[in-house]
């Protein structure tokens, strides 16, 4: 196991169309995060799977944003009708949960450029 | 709402003095506090929380409840913690919500 990966890398897109990004936790990890991250900033909070169910969501989170993880393993992060505000990097992170502060591991993101 | 504040973008220190990265939180219960480091073209990773009261690559934080803080401190600076360095927040204690302040670039200088 290599840790967690992110499928692409980078994505490059036009405004209005739809992207969907892939993260494969650390096989073994219950809980996976999304976070968005922009320029300057800190990682920001998305959304959180604890196995395939989804527990928590941002309220930042707009309605064009979607996240599965079916199985209670890889997940998805859908992105309807883009806009070039979305335009950031993308984290994923997987922890082994059951305990409080449990380390996240984070994976290397997805670039989205909108334009 | 949770928030977590980094006064400092960037703080630059010669090689072998201290360094202190402060951190400031407002939140009304009780949290559990993070740094994660981020090296140059490598992933964010977890450098130390402050339940484990423990000392990573000589680095220590304390949680000031008083004064909301969680600075990160190292008495001896060396070229290799030149990084991103992130306070995070967890407000209930379990990991879920982390809320990330905007970072501080540390810069060792030679």
């Known amino acids: 196991d290599t840790g967690v990966s992110q499928n692409p890398r980078h994505k490059i897109t036009k405004r209005g169309q739809n992207v969907t990004f892939r993260c494969d936790p650390i096989?073994?990890?219950?809980?996976l995060y999304w976070y968005r991250q922009t320029l300057g900033q800190g990682p920001e909070f998305l959304t959180y799977f604890q196995n395939e169910a989804q527990l928590e969501k941002s309220r930042l989170l707009s309605d064009r944003f979607s996240a599965e993880r079916p199985k209670g393993s890889f997940s998805t992060l859908e992105i309807q009708r883009t806009e070039q505000g979305d335009s950031a990097m993308y984290l994923c992170?997987?922890?082994?949960?059951?305990?409080?502060?449990?380390?996240?591991?984070f994976g290397p993101g997805t670039r989205l450029t909108v334009t | 709402a949770q928030r977590v504040t980094q006064p400092e973008k960037l703080l630059s220190v010669f090689k072998g003095a201290p360094v202190e990265l402060k951190c400031n939180y407002s939140?009304?219960?009780?949290?559990?506090l993070f740094w994660y480091v981020q090296y140059s073209r490598q992933r964010l990773q977890l450098l130390l929380r402050?339940?484990s009261r423990e000392s990573i690559k000589g680095f220590t934080a304390d949680l000031n409840k008083g004064e909301t803080s969680f600075h990160l401190k190292k008495p001896f600076a060396q070229e290799e913690d030149s990084a991103m360095y992130y306070c995070a927040l967890s407000p209930r204690g379990y990991g879920q919500n982390f809320v990330f302040g905007p970072g501080t670039r540390l810069s060792v200088l030679p």
């Open positions: 992170a997987s922890s082994l949960g059951g305990g409080a502060g449990d380390e996240q591991y």
């Open positions: 402050h339940i």
């Open positions: 939140y009304s219960g009780s949290p559990e």
């Open positions: 096989s073994e990890h219950n809980r």
